[in-house]
């Protein structure tokens, strides 16, 4: 068993539409780490969080430490969302547990 | 800030050829990483450096993967005789001693054929 687990695998939408991503993790975490990686280029860090929400544009995410779960929305999704979303924890020797990702497909 | 940066960002090699690709972290960032990405996974730890010394290098393939931070600074990711299933993406990543937030290089896709 993966210490990260993420669904869906794979999503596509329409433009507009509000998209959740979810993450569940069995690790004792300090943070928890949303990542994007758009296809040809590498990864951008877009949110940690530790407890509660976190909102930057029409990103959210928020994490429930007790239920060990972590969700991202992106609310009026555009073609330009397109991407892998990947959820990633950190472990006590400095590393980190990645998600395998959810590859995202917005059509317009 | 100038982000961590890594060359080649695309190499295609034949099996048994070898290939090498270099990462220069954020400045004063004291840990660095190389993760393999396979396509449909997520990225995989293959070694971890605390300034020049190696802290984890357990999942790298020692006999045919090497890797070096000589100085502290830049490193080499080194693969030598690549095979067919090396095909990946070779992320760099850097770290503050005692920072949260890893960032990403852009990555260098390896296509071996």
């Known amino acids: 068993k993966n210490e990260v687990e993420q669904s869906p695998q794979n999503l596509t939408a329409q433009e507009g539409e509000f998209i959740t991503i979810n993450c569940s993790y069995s690790?004792?975490?300090?943070?928890l780490h949303w990542l994007q990686q758009h296809p040809g280029g590498g990864i951008v860090s877009l949110f940690m969080l530790s407890s509660g929400k976190k909102k930057h544009g029409r990103l959210i995410a928020t994490i429930n430490i007790q239920e060990k779960h972590s969700s991202l929305h992106i609310t009026a999704s555009h073609p330009r969302d397109s991407a892998v979303y990947i959820c990633a924890v950190p472990n006590t020797g400095n590393q980190f547990y990645f998600g395998t990702g959810t590859s995202l497909t917005v059509i317009p | 800030e100038a982000g961590v940066a890594q060359s080649p960002r695309y190499k295609i090699i034949e099996k048994r050829q070898s290939v090498a690709f270099w990462c220069n972290p954020i400045s004063g960032h004291a840990t660095l990483y190389w993760y393999q990405q396979i396509l449909g996974q997520g990225p995989k730890l293959l070694i971890q450096f605390q300034n020049n010394g190696v802290v984890d290098d357990s999942q790298l393939p020692k006999d045919r993967f090497s890797a070096e931070r000589l100085k502290g600074v830049d490193s080499t990711l080194k693969i030598q005789p690549a095979k067919l299933e090396d095909s990946a993406v070779y992320l760099c990543a850097s770290r503050q001693r005692n920072g949260n937030t890893i960032y990403f290089g852009e990555g260098s896709w390896l296509t071996v054929v």
């Open positions: 690790v004792g975490i300090s943070a």
